[in-house]
């Protein structure tokens, strides 16, 4: 390790030094006390006004949640299950939890009963915060099975079943109050039981194959993260965010839940990602995380404006302006120059249209937009490029607690996730996997010691399971999992990810999953874009009753064909798709071909879609 490395990693150590996140919070309430932190619009419609609570009355209900959880016998080192969408009570739920000294875990709103089941079963809450009904039937037959669950605490008010098991969210905080105005000092003392080894959570990882693992994050690995990505993305101080993915996505808890604690902020939550374009409009966030689907839906979409536009000049001057707005990001990029015209022609273009685009978009008060979870595709960051949006991909895992690498204003490179965060060790294995070492990793998972001795060696390595490149410049790109790749029958290895990227470049293209393992060649299946697809079809005069009906029409089967020549035109010969099918389908999280966060579970694909594949291969 560098002394470089050391350095940073000691003056970041040094700055959370014997600190928890109770300590960060009442720190940035005496600096934020009357400035907003957390708004959402639940329980609202139309144009009425977010909900919003300042700072200060944000520890005031933190204080009573811990104390209604610690009223109800939540003892230090008890985990407390949540299942909400993104809202001021998740949050609440949270930060009590952690001023309860308990271990609070966000549970995915998407998984199923069974699944819910185990993991219940695996971290024993003893008490469960749920929002509405359709979660309470998804902890069902966790509830029916555990014997750890003493209360079943509900957001929705009218959801609240019968039974001493249950109470409203509403009756906790009333009774943590009362219990607060009567044991003030106790309530006070319970979170400085915690140290910075003690769990700020647990996160059950949404699983591409098999049962989910718990991931253990403590304090110290929380706070070191929040300060390190702070640094990596240049921002200072606290941001302005619309929060939609799931809490229990590290992404969304470095940026929306630990990040505000550290710096303050006001952050944004909406309960339906499907609001999103429609909040951005409303917020007009500092900063933006999105991952890739995100970003490729915001490609799609303005494309197919793009297309639809049949005035030939219109679609010429927004061609020309993207050209500028590319030329200006890319002379911004590691190694390039930036000279006076590339900078004129770029001011040029954003006065003319670019400006426009983004404040359509309600990007235009962006100053960082980050990307991951999964690699972004090359086409969309020079796409967003075009517009003049930096969109700086990062990379790491929930193992890490969040980004390891990342770029930023400092130094990036389109196409590439960028160099190792402040004080962390990143090299490449023999085979080419990543493996970090730094602390922001793991101790480990939540009762699975031989799960953990196969994450972590014996030296403190990380074995993340990515395959990565490293250039000469420090930045890394990482090729796909380890366990993705592709070996043909002819020993060719192949990156499904690339190949499927190159094939949702075409706007009516939702998803496309690769394969080919122990094949003799290389087969997809796609399915079509829910929203482009069928606008698309309008604009073609084809009249069709819904999306499966749309897949079987032969203008439609031509612009998949379309898609696949294109994208095999950029591939090797080994890499080429030489048959494929658009399902009838759309994939979602519920129907269980994408994980939560929108990555494919090929396990799940390959099984659903087996007599399709064999069909392929015949």
Known sequence: MSNDVLAERARIEAAVAGQTLPDALLRTVAANADQPAYSDKHHRTGDEAWRTLTWAEVREHTLDVAAGLMALGVAPGDTVAVMATNRVEHVLADFGAVHAAATPMSIYNTLSPEQVAYVAGHAEPSVVILENADHLARWGRALDESGSVRKVVVIDAAAVPEGERFESWDDLVAAGRAHRAA??????????????????????????????????????????????????????????????LPFAHIAERVLGIYGPQVVGGHIHCIGDPSELLAALGEVHPTAFFGVPRVWEKIKTGISAKLAADPDPANVKMVQDSMAA????????????????????????????????????????QVTWAASAAAPMPLEVARFMAGLGLKVFDVYGMTETCGAVTANGPTGFKLGTVGRATPGMEIVLGE?????????????????????????????????????????????????????????TSAGKNIAPSNIENYLKESPIIGHAMAVGDARPYVVAVLTLDSEVAPAVAQQLGLEFRDLADLAQKPEILAMAQAAVDAANERLSRPEQVKAFELLPVEWTAESEELTPTLKLKRRVVNKKYSDVLERLYS
């Open 183 to 244: 044991h003030t000092d106790e309530v006070e003392a319970r979170h400085r039981e915690l140290t910075p080894d003690s769990a700020a959570t647990i996160l059950y990882t949404s699983g591409t194959t098999g049962n989910p693992k718990g991931v253990v994050l403590s304090h110290f690995n929380v706070l070191y993260e929040a300060l390190s990505t702070l640094e990596a993305a240049g921002l200072e101080g606290g941001q302005r965010q619309v929060s939609y």
């Open 325 to 364: 707005g590319l030329a200006w990001v890319e002379a911004q990029e590691y190694g390039g120059t930036m000279t006076p015209e590339v900078e004129e022609a770029y001011q040029a273009a954003d006065a003319a249209i670019l400006g426009f685009l983004k404040l359509l978009l309600g990007l235009d």
């Open 431 to 487: 085979d080419g996997e990543v493996l970090v070492r730094g602390p922001v990793n793991t101790s480990g998972y939540h009762r699975q010691e031989e799960a953990t001795r196969a994450l972590i060696d014996a030296d403190g390595w990380v074995h993340t399971g990515d395959i990565g490149t490293l250039d000469e410049d420090g930045f890394f790109s990482i090729v796909d999992r380890k366990k993705e790749l592709i070996i």
